[in-house]
């Protein structure tokens, strides 16, 4: 559809960061990233997530970061790359615990960091893999809305502004922690005019609103004060947000700039802008000749349906988890809390999955998993077109 392709368009323009001054899971049954309790790397190319083995980012702009404090501290920002795709590299604060990593679910493609200070008193999430984009209601969507909205990723809902839909997740993600408020938004103008006109100079007209929204909660007995800095990008009948949260046990403004450092630092690769250009056409010649095949022995209806859940269902990620060594035991827990996350495990192995399902189902043969409700038996998986006989149920610790 074309509204899938400007949604992919804009997705992998966005790559990841929130405004800094600048994405649940409903569907069941689909499969998603499992993501290794291991802390190693494959690939002799790929940089760790220990702070001796990253690279300093080469742009001197950012290189040395001071964070404004009394004391002098300065950060040195050092440059990871993504090893799940090598699709991009971030600078990420020398001496914290940081992550970088693609997340590919149902061939949407997103950019995450995460950045722990040594202290554990401090946490950047920059970008979000759960957060659906929108379409904006057609003739066309209203008569397949069931279809339409299959995706778990790409719903059907009037455009809403950014004034009402970051709280609107604000309040879904933390609203029932114990002390949870929620401050004033405040609208960055020239942020957006920026954005705006970066857009506007990759070819893509678009209406952004960048915003900012002050909450705080209780997690562990302390209280965690948090900024989302966040992007409402509308454009060519689709429209979704883009952001990132700063949650700190002090200050989280003073850590606004280095935030907007670390996106700034944000370099996607040429090579898998092109891969991925060049998957996207050989995934459409396969639909286009399933199409046709089918249409021999279906109705329309029918085979619009078959053919959007064969293009849905399509999932082939790997991605991992690097284990912070240096967290405490409450350290992971407000991780493992602020990820929205559950612990399972399939024999000897545990798995860090998306906490929104009751039952998951390991696929044997290449170790992604389906995600279902509590009544969705290993035979039930029959209905997304998935064999039962290579799958097995796995234990859900906690």
Not at 59 to 86: A, I, K, S
Not at 173 to 196: W, Y
Not at 228 to 254: E, N
Not at 310 to 326: I, K, V, Y
């Amino acid at each position: 559809m074309k509204s899938a392709a400007i949604l992919t368009a804009l997705t992998l323009v966005l790559v990841g960061c929130g405004n800094p001054g600048n994405q649940p899971k409903t569907a069941e049954g689909v499969a998603q990233t499992i993501r290794y309790n291991d802390d190693n790397f494959a690939g002799d190319e790929i940089e760790t997530a220990g702070p001796d083995q990253q690279q300093p980012v080469d742009n001197n702009r950012y290189t040395n970061y001071n964070d404004g404090n009394d004391n002098g501290g300065r950060y040195e920002l050092v440059r990871m790359t993504d090893p799940n795709e090598q699709a991009f590299t971030v600078g990420l604060p020398k001496g914290w615990t940081n992550e970088a990593y693609s997340s590919r679910y149902y061939e949407v493609c997103r950019f995450l960091a995460t950045c722990m200070s040594p202290d554990g008193r401090t946490y950047l999430a920059i970008g979000d893999d759960k957060e659906p984009w929108y379409s904006v209601p057609n003739q066309l969507t209203e008569q397949f809305r069931e279809l339409a909205n299959s995706h778990p990723l790409q719903k059907v809902r009037p455009y809403t502004g950014a004034e009402q839909l970051f709280p609107e997740i604000i309040r879904r993600k933390f609203g029932n922690m114990p002390g949870f408020t929620l401050g004033s938004g405040e609208i960055d103008q020239a942020k957006s005019q920026e954005m705006m006109q970066d857009f506007a100079r990759k070819g893509v007209n678009a209406n952004i609103t960048c915003m900012r929204f002050p909450f705080s909660f209780m997690a562990n007995g302390e209280q965690i004060n948090a900024i989302l800095l966040g992007s409402l990008i509308a454009g060519g009948g689709v429209w979704g947000p883009d952001f990132g949260i700063i949650y700190s046990k002090d200050d989280p403004s003073k850590y606004l700039d280095l935030y907007s450092a670390i996106c700034a630092s944000n370099k996607t690769s040429e090579a898998w802008k092109q891969s991925q250009n060049a998957r996207h056409e050989t995934r459409m010649a396969a639909l286009r000749r399933d199409h046709q095949m089918r249409m021999n022995n279906m109705m329309v209806s029918h085979n619009m349906r078959m053919q959007a859940i064969q293009q849905f269902g399509e999932q082939n990620t790997r991605n991992f988890n690097s284990r912070m060594d240096a967290m405490d035991a409450n350290h992971r827990s407000f991780v493992n809390m602020i990820r929205g996350e559950s612990t399972v495990a399939s024999g000897t192995h545990t798995y860090q999955v998306d906490n929104s399902y009751q039952r998951y189902y390991l696929n044997k043969l290449d170790n992604t998993y389906i995600g279902t409700d509590v009544h969705t038996s290993i035979d039930d998986l029959r209905k997304f077109n998935l064999n039962p006989d290579n799958y097995e149920e796995m234990q859900v610790l906690h």
